[in-house]
């Protein structure tokens, strides 16, 4: 059973506590054949999980998350909250309506998820989404891309952080902690 035991300490350390590792070891032994049935044997998370009869119920998938939100006076029914991305964008056409002009040039390429990339026209910082009673100052990156009628502008991490999110996935509930409220 324990001939391919490796014990990995200093063989002079290992000399001077071998009356330790002989204790040890007979003492695991005897232990091994003295289990009688009325005895409870703890496991660690990995064998119980092996183990474990019910698993968690399966669920749908909740898609997407949307916040109604406004920037000035331009109301946005479903801004799209979006986990996966690691910056908040706004379409060309939105940043015409808002009359959107100071930008700050960028040399930033986007890789979408289909791995195509985009070029970014330039940032825009400080943005005042309202999103209820609160604004929220958010940096955008303008691109070009085709103008969806549900999705102008997609809200990533940087936003929902500002906004401290709480998302709950199995009741597809986003709320947002603004100053603990």
């Given at each position: 059973m324990f001939a391919s035991l490796h014990v990995n300490i200093p063989f002079i350390k290992a000399l001077q506590q071998m009356p330790s590792y002989i204790k040890y070891m007979k003492e695991l032994l005897t232990r091994k054949n003295s289990l009688k049935g009325g005895q409870t044997i703890v496991m660690n998370k990995e064998c119980s999980a092996l183990i474990q009869t019910e698993f968690p119920i399966k669920r749908k998938d909740p898609r997407s998350f949307h916040i109604p939100c406004a920037i000035g006076e331009t109301l946005i029914d479903k801004g799209l909250c979006n986990l996966g991305a690691s910056i908040n964008l706004m379409a060309l056409s939105l940043m015409k309506k808002l009359q959107i002009n100071e930008l700050m040039p960028t040399d930033v390429v986007i890789r979408l998820v289909d791995k195509t990339q985009k070029q970014a026209v330039g940032v825009v910082e400080n943005v005042l989404v309202k999103v209820g009673n609160y604004?929220?100052?958010?940096?955008?990156?303008?691109?070009?891309?085709?103008?969806?009628?549900i999705h102008s502008i997609i809200l990533g991490r940087p936003f929902l952080a500002t906004a401290r999110a709480l998302i709950d996935v199995e009741r597809g509930e986003l709320i947002l902690r603004i100053h603990d409220e």
């Open positions: 604004f929220l100052p958010t940096d955008f990156v303008k691109l070009k891309m085709e103008e969806s009628p």
